[in-house]
């Protein structure tokens, strides 16, 4: 059930059931037709006498009272069917029935018995206006804007009694002076007369404060509500004009003369007829009280009717006419058109269903279509990079908006995953805010996505300058965001998985590089080094042979030089074997390597270890080349007075890490290095992770953790 308007009264929704709501304001609504009806088909089929004929606007002041009544009764009955607490229906339904009586009283001038009746009860339509009077001071709420407007409530209910209480007991009508049937004679009649014309003119000035109320309520109102307020605004200003523009008409047509008449009477009925106009349109564009949904079903059953009861008249009643001229229906005419009906039925329905759809929501579907075709499409199976395009396109075609975005959230950041209309451009990225929404000042409305309490994404919407959700619109946007919880869920994974395997594929390229490297290293090493040394032993070898039996002492003292050159090739490859995998963390694990370690440093440096057993050869070489890589760094760039080592061992992982005491930076600002990088990169190609918290000032400490299993325990 839907909720009623913000301040709309309780209390008497609940007194009126909603059967008694619906009989009660057909009943008003029939009588005020029928009423309407037979007073103009009447004087249509019989005309007044010329003397008593109005002039040559009657037939368009008839026009304008037929549309005053209809617009009044016909909105004045919808309300009161759906929103019985709220008074507005039952002041339109009530201006609508006054004029109603008043046109009866055009049947009565056509009697010379009933006729002073007819002069006395024509003028009743005014009590009318002063029921509109009362619409535009409560709508749409119902209540009064403040407590400061119940003068002018008082004033008009005042008038309205007045007007009719002089009218009823003045001695003349106040229609060009005829006796009025019931008239008191004497000062007692003369006081009526003036109180009839206080009413008159005390209607007007309430009139006019209630249309200034209604600005008041148009400036203080939220976005929707000006929406649904402004078009009665703009009746207000053409009831002003058309009252100031008495004088100018009396002006030049002469005041008091038929033809001034008919100007001034079918100029204050003519706009104060669109005052239920203005409402419709509230209600229809704007979805005023939320009656969408009975309107919709309303035009679709009662076309259905009205196409059911002619198939049935125009066949069995006009074909069997003519066939049997008088006989009793044809039994065989009323099965055919029960065929034709039940044919025709379902794309007859169809059609009017998408009149309505037209008429109550416009070029776009119904809110319900929008969520189920939105659940359709999304069970559908579509590629994952289809989904989100799709879903800005169904949130822009039901909504009416000229251009949706959906969000995706990445950290603090929001990225556009999809707009629509499809050449409509991304959108930067923007900052998360407050209420975890991207920073998009031109959306007019944006809602977070969530899935079980985390915020994925959000989506977005603008409108055409100068329109703004309805609340229809608004409540389909909430349901759509809280669908596209687990369509963004799985986005957002599978843009982690692409992203994730991007970053794998670019951390497999850095290894080889670096394996490239180091190899170019080990050979330049290997080149400069050992190689040098190896080729000058075997020059030294052959120097020595040739002076074997020739010189004893020059042999002593290059064999000596052999001996040292041979001591140092040999030393050289022990240092370059180290680089490659060192002989001290094979034979005694991580702890003993990196003590040994820790007492070459330049930077006094401690090692710590907590259940740290023997692991797999790559997982412990992985674990001291980063743990170095970090000494390293501490000796280039910290600073530091000293370092600390912490190894941690348990059934499933290795853990590490390297703190000290040095300068600091900011990891977001400045990002991985060289060195930190290809750290991340050795541990994430044993599907480790690494991180480094560090602040300037608070030194900095790298961490890194390796799944792994125990070959020994410690």
């Known amino acids: 059930m839907t909720p009623d308007y913000p301040g709309e009264p309780r209390s008497a929704g609940r007194a009126i059931m909603p059967r008694a709501a619906f009989w009660c304001a057909l009943s008003i609504w029939v009588l005020t037709v029928a009423m309407a009806a037979t007073a103009a088909i009447y004087n249509h089929v019989h005309p007044l006498p010329p003397v008593?004929?109005?002039?040559?606007?009657?037939?368009?002041?008839?026009?304008?009272?037929?549309?005053?009544?209809?617009?009044?009764?016909?909105?004045?009955a919808l309300l009161i069917w759906k929103r019985p607490a709220n008074p507005i229906g039952w002041l339109l339904s009530a201006s609508g029935l006054s004029y109603a009586f008043a046109t009866t009283g055009l049947l009565l001038l056509q009697f010379p018995q009933t006729r002073a009746w007819g002069n006395?009860?024509?003028?009743?339509?005014?009590?009318?206006?002063?029921?509109?009077?009362?619409?535009?001071?409560?709508?749409?709420?119902?209540?009064?804007?403040?407590?400061?407007?119940?003068?002018?409530?008082?004033?008009?209910?005042?008038?309205?009694?007045?007007?009719?209480?002089?009218?009823?007991?003045?001695?003349?009508?106040?229609?060009?002076?005829s006796r009025s049937p019931i008239g008191v004679a004497g000062p007692a009649g003369h006081v009526f007369d003036l109180l009839a014309r206080a009413g008159l003119l005390l209607v007007a000035a309430s009139g006019l404060a209630a249309i200034v109320s209604l600005v008041f309520r148009y400036r203080r109102a939220r976005t929707v509500e000006r929406e649904q307020l402004k078009w009665l605004v703009y009746v207000g200003a053409l009831i002003v004009v058309a009252a100031l523009a008495t004088v100018p008409i009396e002006h030049f047509l002469g005041a008091g003369s038929a033809a001034a008449n008919n100007l001034e009477n079918a100029l204050a009925t003519g706009t104060t007829a669109l005052v239920p106009v203005a409402i419709g349109i509230a209600i229809f564009r704007y979805h005023l009280y939320d009656i969408d949904v009975v309107i919709n079903k309303t035009l679709v059953y009662g076309s259905l009717a009205v196409f059911i009861t002619g198939v049935y008249v125009a066949i069995v009643v006009g074909i069997g006419s003519l066939a049997q001229r008088g006989a009793r229906p044809s039994l065989a005419l009323s099965i055919a058109a029960t065929a034709v009906v039940a044919i025709a039925f379902q794309p007859v329905r169809a059609w009017v269903q998408r009149l309505a759809n037209r008429l109550v929501y416009g070029r776009r579907a119904t809110p319900y279509q929008v969520l189920a075709d939105f659940a359709g499409r999304m069970a559908g199976a579509y590629a994952a990079e289809d989904l989100l395009p799709r879903m800005a396109r169904i949130l822009a075609e039901g909504t009416g908006a000229t251009r949706a975005d959906v969000w995706l959230k990445s950290g603090d950041t929001f990225h556009d995953g999809a707009a629509w209309p499809p050449d409509a451009p991304?959108?930067?990225?923007?900052?998360?805010?407050?209420?975890?929404?991207?920073?998009?000042?031109?959306?007019?409305?944006?809602?977070?996505?969530?899935?079980?309490?985390?915020?994925?994404?959000?989506?977005?919407?603008?409108?055409?300058?100068?329109?703004?959700?309805?609340?229809?619109?608004?409540?389909?946007l909430a349901d759509l965001a809280g669908q596209v919880g687990l369509v963004l869920k799985n986005a957002g994974l599978r843009e982690q998985l692409l992203a994730r395997l991007e970053e794998i594929r670019a951390s497999r390229l850095r290894l080889v590089a670096a394996q490239d490297a180091e190899r170019r290293r080990i050979e330049r090493n290997i080149h400069d080094g050992a190689q040098q040394q190896l080729v000058a032993l075997a020059i030294k070898l052959s120097i020595t042979e040739s002076m074997i039996g020739t010189d004893t002492e020059g042999e002593r003292e290059l064999l000596a030089e052999l001996r040292q050159d041979a001591a140092g090739a040999v030393e050289d490859l022990r240092d370059l074997a180290r680089g490659i995998y060192p002989p001290l963390l094979a034979s005694m694990g991580l702890a003993a390597a990196l003590e040994a370690q820790a007492r070459k440093a330049p930077v006094p440096t401690s090692v710590a270890a907590d259940g740290v057993g023997?692991?797999?050869?790559?997982?412990?070489?992985?674990?001291?080349?980063?743990?170095?890589?970090?000494?390293?760094?501490?000796?280039?760039?910290?600073?530091?007075?000293?370092?600390e080592v912490r190894l941690a061992g348990s059934g499933h992982d290795l853990r590490f890490e390297?703190?000290?005491?040095?300068?600091?930076?900011?990891?977001?600002?400045?990002?991985?290095?060289?060195?930190?990088?290809?750290?991340?990169?050795?541990?994430?190609?044993?599907?480790?992770?690494?991180?480094?918290?560090?602040?300037?000032?608070?030194?900095?400490?790298?961490?890194?953790?390796?799944?792994?299993?125990?070959l020994e325990a410690a």
């Open 614 to 643: 023997r692991y797999p050869q790559e997982v412990e070489a992985a674990v001291f080349f980063c743990v170095l890589e970090a000494l390293q760094n501490v000796a280039k760039y910290a600073g530091a007075s000293r370092a």
């Open 52 to 76: 008593l004929n109005a002039g040559t606007g009657n037939a368009v002041a008839g026009t304008i009272a037929g549309t005053f009544i209809g617009g009044f009764a016909t909105v004045g």
């Open 120 to 177: 006395w009860l024509g003028w009743l339509f005014f009590t009318g206006f002063g029921f509109a009077v009362f619409v535009l001071l409560l709508f749409p709420t119902g209540s009064l804007p403040s407590r400061r407007w119940r003068p002018v409530a008082w004033v008009t209910g005042f008038a309205v009694v007045a007007w009719a209480l002089g009218n009823i007991f003045a001695p003349a009508s106040f229609a060009g002076g």
């Open 426 to 476: 991304p959108l930067p990225p923007a900052r998360a805010t407050a209420a975890d929404v991207p920073a998009y000042a031109a959306a007019d409305r944006i809602l977070p996505v969530r899935y079980q309490g985390e915020a994925l994404g959000a989506l977005s919407l603008s409108k055409r300058p100068g329109e703004s959700l309805t609340p229809t619109e608004d409540r389909l």
């Open 658 to 710: 390297v703190t000290d005491d040095g300068a600091g930076f900011d990891p977001r600002s400045r990002g991985y290095g060289t060195g930190l990088q290809g750290m991340a990169d050795r541990l994430h190609a044993h599907g480790g992770s690494l991180d480094v918290r560090s602040a300037p000032g608070a030194g900095t400490t790298v961490a890194g953790r390796l799944p792994c299993r125990v």
